[in-house]
């Protein structure tokens, strides 16, 4: 079994930053790919960014230029840098790990302010 905690979410001003941390834990396989996907309210979830445990990263054209996902392969933990912070970008962030299995974490909020 595969758990992810993600934590660093929170209420920021639009133009601000935040930075988001999903740590796992249990049986991952280690070519894998992990991600951050998002679900704001009445909306459905939507991919936001992923990476594989090579590298390759893949984002979504709303974030791109602005957000920057990055992992640590040792810790077994990903996460998300997101400037220039716009209200449209509030949702729930919910890490994703894909390793002989698909795991989620339960979320974090993250709430910016115009």
């Known amino acids: 079994q595969v758990q992810l905690v993600e934590s660093g979410g929170g209420l920021v001003q639009a133009g601000g930053s935040l930075r988001l941390s999903c740590a796992a834990s249990?049986?991952?396989?280690?070519?894998?790919?992990m991600g951050w996907y998002r679900q704001a309210p009445g909306k459905q979830r939507e991919l936001v960014a992923t990476?594989?445990?090579?590298?390759?990263?893949n984002y979504a054209d709303s974030v791109k230029g602005r957000f920057t996902i990055s992992r640590d392969n040792a810790k077994i933990a990903v996460y998300l840098q997101m400037d220039s912070l716009k209200p449209e970008d509030t949702a729930v962030y919910y890490c994703?790990?894909?390793?002989?299995?698909?795991?989620w974490g339960k979320g974090t909020l993250v709430t910016v302010s115009s």
């Open positions: 994703r790990c894909i390793s002989r299995g698909d795991y």
């Open positions: 990476i594989t445990s090579g590298g390759t990263t």
């Open positions: 249990g049986s991952i396989f280690s070519t894998n790919i």
